[in-house]
């Protein structure tokens, strides 16, 4: 007996203890009395579980097969999350969260959701977020978020709200919302003007992944105090200053997964304060120059996956020298990177170059006064002795974390690459002089162009009119040219060769107006002292 009494008593000192954790908790759930925190998370549960602590806080059953919430949850006054995400809820019955008048979390996002009404979420009074996310919702009826007095973030993307499903009064009372997530809907249009002026404190709107195409001028107006606006993904193919009308102070923009063919520099440029843009995935193939002129407080930029960029011009960020970080990554187009691009970035501290088409980098392409991180892998680098000194370089400077493409083969060493250099100097000083010769012959050809054409025409004249002898003879079967005088210097006789006998009559020919006495048998002209042969010589050697 005093046995039985001893274990009785035992038990009554340890049960409660077990009560309140191991005998309430659920298989495949953890729950943590001290920190009064239960996770079920792929626990199969298919309904809330009632017999858990009734003090808990946080109460998370994702990725269960949950399909209704019923009277269960109420049993959990103190709760401060509450997440259902990733089950088979089809809807929420009418205040169904009445006493959870201290839960701050509520995340039903990716259920089978279709509707919300004003009863829906009666008694969350200091509810903070608010997450539907990846619902069926078409429909946001009016009202529905007036209790919500408190709630600073609101996200409804992925549903299926169209323009005319978002209410103008959908959002009345949330007079604090700072967050509101509307992208990957049916949104055609941006909501009017009628629609945000309720929630006119608004900092962050999401707003991409619907088909807007063109965005009116002074759409976003009403608010003010906006700092960032998500435009992803929303079929724009241009955007103007007037688009931005009013949130001329925001500091983060995202216009990826557009339609841009160029890059859209004077809107931009009205955005004095931006500080971080993400232009990645539009049709531009180049960063001209200066593209991003007037962005002096940019500190991060990010241009990945576009197919058609193939060029970055090296005064592309020459103004925008406050960066601090450069993501241009997955442009497999992106060959043509110029020298010199981010020299002028002094503060520049990370900077990703991974997964493009460089095939070479070197050590001249940016400053590295503040590089902390460098990322140049999965690139076609050709490793060559720009390469060799850009690793070199890196591999020297400690402070830096980087990842760089591996080489295939024997990457030069320092030796090899001032062997290589001088050798290229001095084949570079060759061509330079050959091509500096070849340039003033050229030149001079061009200068005395005129008197070398007159030379040459003359000097063609002269060889036609000159001696020549047929077959390298001078018997009477020989051809030679004669020269005629007077008006007939421009013609050309071919005779046979001046023969002893044909001499006298051409010579009496060429003297008909002269009497020549004949002494010896030979003309007067003869018997000068000049002549020292002994028979007359050819007319055409006089």
Same mark, same amino acid.
Request: glycine share 6%.
């Given at each position: 007996?005093?046995?039985?009494?001893?274990?009785? *008593?035992?038990?009554?000192?340890?049960? #409660?203890?077990?009560?309140?954790?191991?005998?309430?908790?659920?298989?495949?759930?953890?729950?943590?009395?001290?920190?009064?925190?239960?996770?079920?998370?792929?626990?199969?549960?298919?309904?809330?579980?009632?017999?858990?602590?009734?003090?808990?806080?946080?109460?998370?059953?994702?990725?269960?097969?949950?399909?209704?919430?019923?009277?269960?949850?109420?049993?959990?006054?103190?709760?401060?999350?509450?997440?259902?995400?990733?089950?088979?809820?089809?809807?929420?019955?009418?205040?169904?969260?009445?006493?959870?008048?201290?839960?701050?979390?509520?995340?039903?996002?990716?259920?089978?959701?279709?509707?919300?009404?004003?009863?829906?979420?009666?008694? %969350?009074?200091?509810?903070?977020?608010?997450?539907?996310?990846?619902?069926?919702?078409?429909?946001?009826?009016?009202?529905?978020?007036?209790?919500?007095?408190?709630?600073?973030?609101?996200?409804?993307?992925?549903?299926?709200?169209?323009?005319?499903?978002?209410?103008?009064?959908? *959002?009345?009372?949330?007079?604090?919302? !700072?967050?509101?997530? %509307?992208?990957?809907?049916?949104?055609?249009?941006?909501?009017?003007?009628?629609?945000?002026? #309720?929630?006119?404190?608004?900092?962050?709107?999401?707003?991409?992944?619907?088909?807007?195409?063109?965005?009116?001028?002074?759409? *976003?107006?009403?608010?003010?105090?906006?700092?960032?606006?998500?435009?992803?993904?929303?079929?724009?193919?241009?955007?103007?200053?007037?688009?931005?009308?009013?949130?001329?102070?925001?500091?983060?923009?995202?216009?990826?997964?557009?339609?841009?063919?160029?890059?859209?520099?004077?809107?931009?440029?009205?955005?004095?304060?931006?500080?971080?843009?993400?232009?990645?995935?539009?049709?531009?193939?180049?960063?001209?120059?200066?593209?991003?002129?007037?962005?002096?407080? %940019?500190?991060?930029?990010?241009?990945?996956?576009?197919? *058609?960029?193939?060029?970055?011009?090296?005064?592309?960020?020459?103004?925008?020298?406050?960066?601090?970080?450069?993501?241009?990554?997955?442009?497999?187009?992106?060959?043509?990177?110029?020298?010199?691009?981010?020299?002028?970035?002094?503060?520049?501290?990370?900077?990703?170059?991974?997964?493009?088409?460089?095939?070479?980098?070197?050590?001249?392409?940016?400053?590295?006064?503040?590089?902390?991180? %460098?990322?140049?892998?999965?690139? #076609?680098?050709?490793?060559?002795?720009?390469?060799?000194?850009?690793?070199?370089?890196?591999?020297?400077?400690?402070?830096?974390?980087?990842?760089?493409?591996?080489?295939?083969?024997?990457?030069?060493?320092?030796?090899?690459?001032?062997?290589?250099?001088?050798?290229? !100097?001095?084949?570079?000083?060759?061509?330079?002089?050959?091509?500096?010769?070849?340039?003033?012959?050229?030149?001079?050809?061009?200068?005395?162009?005129?008197?070398?054409?007159?030379?040459?025409?003359?000097?063609?004249?002269?060889?036609?009119?000159?001696?020549?002898?047929?077959?390298g003879g001078s018997g009477a079967s020989g051809v030679r040219p004669v020269a005629l005088t007077g008006g007939e210097l421009n013609s050309v006789d071919y005779e046979k060769a001046i023969t002893e006998d044909d001499y006298v009559i051409r010579q009496s020919n060429l003297y008909s107006n002269q009497v020549q006495p004949i002494l010896n048998g030979y003309p007067a002209y003869m018997q000068q002292a000049n002549v020292y042969y002994n028979k007359p010589l050819p007319i055409t050697e006089l």
């Amino acid at each position: 007996m005093t046995l039985i009494l001893s274990w009785l *008593f035992i038990l009554v000192l340890i049960v #409660p203890d077990l009560s309140s954790s191991l005998l309430h908790c659920p298989s495949r759930c953890h729950c943590d009395d001290e920190k009064l925190d239960v996770n079920c998370e792929e626990g199969h549960l298919d309904v809330v579980p009632i017999a858990l602590n009734p003090s808990i806080q946080r109460l998370v059953i994702r990725n269960n097969k949950i399909r209704i919430i019923d009277s269960s949850v109420q049993f959990y006054s103190e709760l401060t999350l509450l997440d259902l995400s990733f089950n088979y809820l089809f809807n929420i019955p009418d205040r169904t969260f009445a006493r959870q008048n201290k839960l701050q979390q509520l995340h039903l996002n990716h259920n089978k959701i279709s509707a919300v009404s004003n009863r829906t979420f009666v008694g %969350l009074n200091e509810l903070l977020v608010l997450n539907l996310r990846g619902n069926l919702i078409d429909l946001i009826e009016p009202m529905t978020f007036t209790p919500l007095t408190k709630l600073e973030e609101l996200n409804l993307g992925q549903n299926r709200i169209t323009s005319v499903g978002l209410s103008i009064v959908g *959002f009345h009372g949330l007079t604090d919302l !700072k967050i509101l997530y %509307l992208d990957d809907n049916r949104l055609e249009v941006v909501p009017p003007e009628e629609t945000f002026q #309720p929630v006119d404190k608004l900092a962050e709107l999401y707003i991409g992944t619907n088909s807007l195409n063109e965005i009116k001028n002074s759409a *976003f107006a009403v608010l003010s105090e906006l700092s960032l606006l998500d435009l992803r993904s929303a079929l724009l193919s241009n955007v103007t200053s007037e688009t931005f009308a009013g949130i001329e102070n925001i500091k983060s923009l995202n216009l990826a997964d557009n339609r841009f063919q160029k890059i859209p520099s004077e809107a931009l440029g009205f955005l004095k304060r931006l500080e971080d843009l993400s232009i990645g995935q539009n049709y531009f193939e180049t960063v001209s120059a200066n593209s991003f002129r007037g962005l002096s407080n %940019l500190k991060r930029f990010e241009l990945r996956g576009s197919l *058609f960029l193939r060029k970055i011009e090296k005064a592309a960020f020459q103004t925008n020298t406050n960066l601090e970080s450069i993501a241009i990554d997955s442009n497999k187009a992106l060959t043509d990177l110029e020298e010199e691009t981010f020299s002028g970035l002094l503060y520049l501290k990370h900077l990703s170059l991974r997964n493009n088409g460089f095939e070479r980098l070197d050590e001249n392409m940016l400053s590295w006064n503040s590089l902390r991180t %460098l990322d140049i892998s999965d690139n #076609p680098i050709n490793c060559d002795c720009y390469y060799s000194k850009l690793l070199h370089r890196l591999q020297t400077a400690s402070r830096i974390s980087y990842n760089a493409t591996g080489c295939p083969h024997h990457l030069p060493d320092q030796w090899e690459c001032e062997y290589i250099l001088d050798k290229n !100097k001095k084949v570079i000083s060759v061509l330079v002089l050959a091509a500096a010769l070849v340039t003033a012959i050229v030149l001079t050809f061009f200068r005395f162009r005129g008197l070398l054409l007159e030379y040459a025409h003359n000097g063609c004249k002269n060889t036609s009119h000159g001696s020549v002898s047929g077959g390298g003879g001078s018997g009477a079967s020989g051809v030679r040219p004669v020269a005629l005088t007077g008006g007939e210097l421009n013609s050309v006789d071919y005779e046979k060769a001046i023969t002893e006998d044909d001499y006298v009559i051409r010579q009496s020919n060429l003297y008909s107006n002269q009497v020549q006495p004949i002494l010896n048998g030979y003309p007067a002209y003869m018997q000068q002292a000049n002549v020292y042969y002994n028979k007359p010589l050819p007319i055409t050697e006089l």
